[in-house]
């Protein structure tokens, strides 16, 4: 069987749906979980969707995503803007990873401009709203299947 793509979330991403909807979209956290396994299962795929509110929780993944996952997508919140820890770990993360954020963090306030964890990752999606998590396992499949011995 192989490695499902982790998809981890930080924190406050549960409360999605509940305000904010301008900025972050209409889905629950649910929903984009919803879509997340429906885009996974027509490419061949499956996930393993996670939220924490707690930095060494998603570090923890993180270290799991090493051996038992085959791609990795990461919304840290707002841990993007300060987490050395999570790029640490992303960094010594050899799967391929995809950074996700709803919103364009670039057109908001100056804080969000920068981001700890992109030096780590393979590539970055944001301000397409829910559709970011599904364009991330597009991109992820793709290295995925360019890696599998033919
Ligand atoms: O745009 C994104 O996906 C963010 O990662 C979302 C984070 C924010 O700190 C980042 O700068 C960009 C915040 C997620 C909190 O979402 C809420 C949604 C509804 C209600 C409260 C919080």
């Given at each position: 069987m192989a490695k499902p793509i982790f998809v981890l979330n930080g924190p406050?991403?549960?409360?999605?749906?509940?305000?904010e909807p301008e900025i972050?979209?209409?889905?629950?956290l649910d929903d984009i979980k919803a879509k997340c396994e429906a885009k996974a299962k027509a490419l061949g795929l499956a996930i393993d969707f996670r939220q924490s509110n707690h930095e060494g929780e998603l570090v923890a993944w993180i270290q799991e995503a090493r051996t038992g996952a085959s791609g990795l997508i990461v919304n840290?919140?707002?841990?993007?803007?300060?987490s050395i820890a999570m790029l640490d770990a992303l960094l010594a993360c050899q799967v391929p990873s995809v950074e996700v954020h709803l919103s364009n963090i670039f057109t908001r306030e100056p804080f969000r401009h920068h981001s700890y964890i992109s030096k780590a990752v393979k590539g970055v999606i944001c301000g397409?709203?829910?559709a970011g998590y599904e364009l991330a396992i597009e991109a992820l499949a793709g290295l995925i299947k360019n890696k599998r011995p033919s």
């Amino acid at each position: 069987m192989a490695k499902p793509i982790f998809v981890l979330n930080g924190p406050n991403l549960n409360l999605l749906g509940t305000r904010e909807p301008e900025i972050y979209g209409k889905d629950t956290l649910d929903d984009i979980k919803a879509k997340c396994e429906a885009k996974a299962k027509a490419l061949g795929l499956a996930i393993d969707f996670r939220q924490s509110n707690h930095e060494g929780e998603l570090v923890a993944w993180i270290q799991e995503a090493r051996t038992g996952a085959s791609g990795l997508i990461v919304n840290a919140g707002a841990f993007t803007h300060t987490s050395i820890a999570m790029l640490d770990a992303l960094l010594a993360c050899q799967v391929p990873s995809v950074e996700v954020h709803l919103s364009n963090i670039f057109t908001r306030e100056p804080f969000r401009h920068h981001s700890y964890i992109s030096k780590a990752v393979k590539g970055v999606i944001c301000g397409f709203g829910a559709a970011g998590y599904e364009l991330a396992i597009e991109a992820l499949a793709g290295l995925i299947k360019n890696k599998r011995p033919s």
